[in-house]
């Protein structure tokens, strides 16, 4: 079924490759079947600044869809990936027939714009370290396992600078910090959380020790 279905409606496309432009008409929404995409905006100087690293089982251009307007953002492909490709008509037959995927749908996009309000409260910390932690938390919340303790996604060291406004350096500070002690893991490219909670204990604790410096 699954193989049927990315022949009648999926594209491969190379890393690097440009899968919209921001400010392009969207009649599109994307589901990712496997590699990444990229979500940036781009500055008049020609610099990227990343929003998000989507994965396997994550759409991407749905806004333009659902709205009618262009692309707010650019996406491009990270890693070599398969997408299925879906139009405003077979959207509708879907959420009309499938209320799990309506309901799917509605819950991604409530996430985001519950991400979208965290990332606010990120950017009012001066520190890196609570800038880092709480937008991995925000990152977390937006592919958690289900139980919401859990969580797996995918970010650089750059993108995680850019999305809190601090040096690469300050961000792969931090970030190293949390694997050494052992709240953060690695694996083929993704960031793993076990516990979303433990990550605040550790803010704590790096709070107290600049405080008895």
Known sequence: MADNLFKKYGISLKADDVLFNAGDE???????????VRVVIRSRAGIDKTL????????VGEMSVLTNQARSATAII???AELLVVGVKVLEEMIVHN????????????????????LIQVLLHRDANARVIENLKRLARL????NGASARFRVDF????EQVG??????EDVMMKLIGAGFVGQEGGDWIISNVDDIDEFLNF??????YR
Request: proline content about 2%; glycine content about 10%.
């Open 26 to 36: 969207g009649k599109e929404m994307y589901v990712i079947r496997s590699g990444a």
């Open 206 to 211: 790096l709070r107290l020790k600049e405080q």
């Open 158 to 161: 750059e993108g995680m600078a």
């Open 78 to 80: 990270e890693e070599d």
């Open 52 to 59: 998000a690293i989507l994965g396997p089982g994550e759409f």
């Open 166 to 171: 601090i040096t690469r350096h300050e961000a």
């Open 143 to 146: 592919h958690t396992d289900g």
């Open 99 to 118: 209320t799990e995927i309506a309901l799917r749908l509605v819950r991604k996009l409530a996430s985001r714009l519950v991400a979208a309000d965290s």
